[in-house]
């Protein structure tokens, strides 16, 4: 039997994203930037869709763009912040963003001569306003900063760290990376002015998106051309994926409650479990707290590589940390801002997990943990 706790990686598709998939390749596969009847219908569909994200976030139609996913939301929100123009403008992020957010300042900065502030990290790994405070100056253009940590599960306050930002800078930009919040958690409000969101994250086709842009919030297009999504994005759309994007959204809505208590239940279950083994150390904040589908774990004496490839015999696939930059090497850049020592930090492994996964699943996975780890530290110590 083969165990996927690997979920903030990428989620296997719901049945119904697939069958609107197929439906559209098959179906109403025509541009709907045509003018003829059967594109007409297609670009009513791409309409359906964009007016359920709306309803979701509470915002207006035209605020929200369809991506390629949660990497493009992301560099197309801080690029669009930030343009040429606006050279050696003052932005702020923090530590333990994903890279795609992270990497993105880092070229403002090298590319543009951004002036940028890292905030750190707690070590509950979460963006304190205390420390937003500090950073902010009158003249600050960006802040971004997640709502739900890819690797920990630490959750911000964005609607707290967006009200210190606009207390400061009323002028700035907040973005917020939504990819490993939404839909679970809801949109953290109207003062962020930008939120990313990824659909195969939620169990939709992979290479979709959203990015939601306030209108008159400043973002400029990054990707210009044939004008489509309002002007945001150009490029023929992906119908077939937006039309699974959709699908997977009315599904998780209707029984989002249903699937956190699922999620919460299965995490609760084998971090009770995990914690009993000596040399383990919960990463971020308690588990009852974090996120719902987010659980890191460190083993001392081990390393998450060597216990990923031990379970994968058995069937079982974790992770270590971000999915996005497990071919770089080194220590997790997340782990090392909230203080984790590297001799716990390199022994990491990153459970999480969607609404299909079950309690009994988490304790097999607890006890080829458990027998995983003593096998290895015996290796170790020889």
């Known amino acids: 039997m ?10 296997q598709p719901f049945e119904c994203a697939k069958q609107a998939v197929l439906s559209c390749m098959t179906e109403v596969y025509y541009n709907p930037s045509a003018l003829y009847a059967p594109a007409v219908k297609v670009s009513n569909l791409l309409s359906e869709v964009r007016a359920d994200f709306a309803k979701e976030l509470r915002v207006k139609e035209e605020e929200i763009i369809f991506t390629s996913g949660g990497t493009e939301s992301n560099v197309d929100a801080i690029m669009g912040a930030v343009p040429q123009r606006m050279m050696h403008a003052h932005v702020i992020t923090d530590q333990s963003e994903h890279s795609s957010v992270y990497e ?8 543009r001569g951004a002036q940028v502030s890292l905030l750190p990290t707690n070590r509950r790994g979460e963006v304190t306003t205390e420390a937003l405070r500090a950073a ?11 709502q739900v940590n890819n690797e920990t599960g630490a959750v911000n306050d964005i609607e707290a760290l967006a009200r210190t930002a606009k207390s400061i800078a ?8 939504g990819v490993q919040a939404f839909p679970k958690l809801r949109f953290p409000g109207g003062l962020v002015d ?14 979709t998106g959203v990015l939601y842009v306030r209108r008159g919030c400043g973002i400029q297009p990054v990707m210009v051309g044939g004008g489509q999504e ?26 989002r409650d249903a699937y956190v208590q699922q999620m919460r239940a299965v995490k609760m279950a084998l971090y009770q479990r995990l914690v009993r083994i ?18 890191s774990m460190s083993f001392e004496g081990t390393r998450g590589e060597t216990l990923v490839h031990a379970l994968e ?30 001799q716990v930090a390199q022994g990491t492994l990153r459970f999480s997990f969607c609404c299909m996964n079950t309690v009994e699943q988490a304790e097999i996975v607890a006890d080829a943990v458990e027998e995983s780890v003593a096998r290895i530290r015996r290796f170790v110590r020889r």
């Open 2 to 11: 083969e165990i996927y706790f690997d979920n903030s990686a990428t989620t």
């Open 104 to 111: 993105t300042f880092r070229y403002l900065e090298q590319q």
């Open 136 to 146: 902010m100056r009158p003249n600050t253009r960006l802040v971004s900063i997640m």
């Open 170 to 177: 009323p002028q700035c930009i907040v973005h917020c990376d």
């Open 194 to 207: 930008a939120y990313s969101i990824s659909g195969h994250k939620f169990h939709a086709p992979r290479g």
């Open 230 to 255: 309002h002007g945001y994005r150009a490029g023929t759309e992906n119908i077939a994926g937006i039309a699974g994007l959709g699908a997977a959204l009315r599904q998780y809505i209707e029984h």
């Open 278 to 295: 000596p040399g383990a150390h919960l990463n971020g904040p308690p588990a009852e707290e974090g996120a719902p589908h987010i659980l």
């Open 313 to 342: 015999e058995k069937h079982i696939y974790v992770g270590t940390g971000s999915a996005c930059s497990s071919h770089k090497k080194g220590e997790s850049r997340v782990l090392r801002a909230m203080g984790v020592p590297p």
